[in-house]
């Protein structure tokens, strides 16, 4: 029998199969997969160890699709990151439990973080902080993908809390908005942060 021309299997063929399942079904498990991909279980295992692989495979494919942010300014390397991460997890929104609770092991994925690593270090921020500030940028992005819920509101609530009240009736559920505030307060956080290790030293 004739090999196919384009291979069934490829690790950007089941990274990109993981995502469409995922979004779908809120999980990704092997049988399902191979189904998805016209293929069977045992094909899956030749290129991939398990379900941390292919769950590894996608969180690598989504940092692909976001580019690396290649800036020399920090500021400029933590505002891209957040919202390329920012972007990506609403858009994938169900696969973010299944990425928290995989150790991040692969070096594609890592490599996305470390022009803002480098940023960070010509920034001058200590190299104990650089770890904790990613981790930041990750759980604001995380936080924006999730969204609030639909404020509660009802006449004795707007009685009983005017300020609550009025921040209900301001509030836009708008992600762009969210996201450039939260770009705003965590590069205004670092840059404060940043001058007060400068005034220590």
């Known amino acids: 029998m004739a090999r196919p021309k384009v291979p069934l299997l490829s690790a950007e063929i ?3 199969g993981a995502l469409a399942l995922v979004d779908t079904t809120g999980d990704i498990q092997m049988v399902q997969l191979a189904k998805s991909l016209g293929v069977a279980p045992s094909s899956l295992y030749g290129h991939v160890g398990g379900r941390g692989d292919v769950i590894d495979l996608a969180r690598r494919r989504m940092l692909e699709q976001m580019g690396t942010p290649d800036a020399h300014d920090w500021r400029e390397a933590v505002s891209t990151l957040l919202r390329g991460l920012a972007g990506l997890y609403i858009k994938h929104r169900r696969i973010l439990p299944l990425i928290f609770d995989t150790k991040f092991a692969d070096e594609r994925s890592i490599a996305a973080y470390e022009p803002v690593f480098a940023a960070l270090i010509r920034g001058g921020f200590p190299f104990d902080q650089l770890l904790p500030i990613i981790g930041m940028i990750e759980f604001q992005a995380f936080g924006l993908a999730q969204r609030l819920p ?9 009685d009983a809390l ?27 956080g670092l840059e404060k942060l940043r001058t007060k290790s400068d005034r220590g030293s």
């Open 14 to 16: 089941i990274a990109d």
């Open 150 to 158: 639909a404020p509660t509101m009802s006449d004795a609530i707007r």
């Open 162 to 188: 005017p300020a609550y009240a009025v921040s209900v009736d301001n509030w836009r559920d708008d992600c762009d908005v969210a996201t450039e505030l939260a770009v705003s307060v965590l590069v205004g």
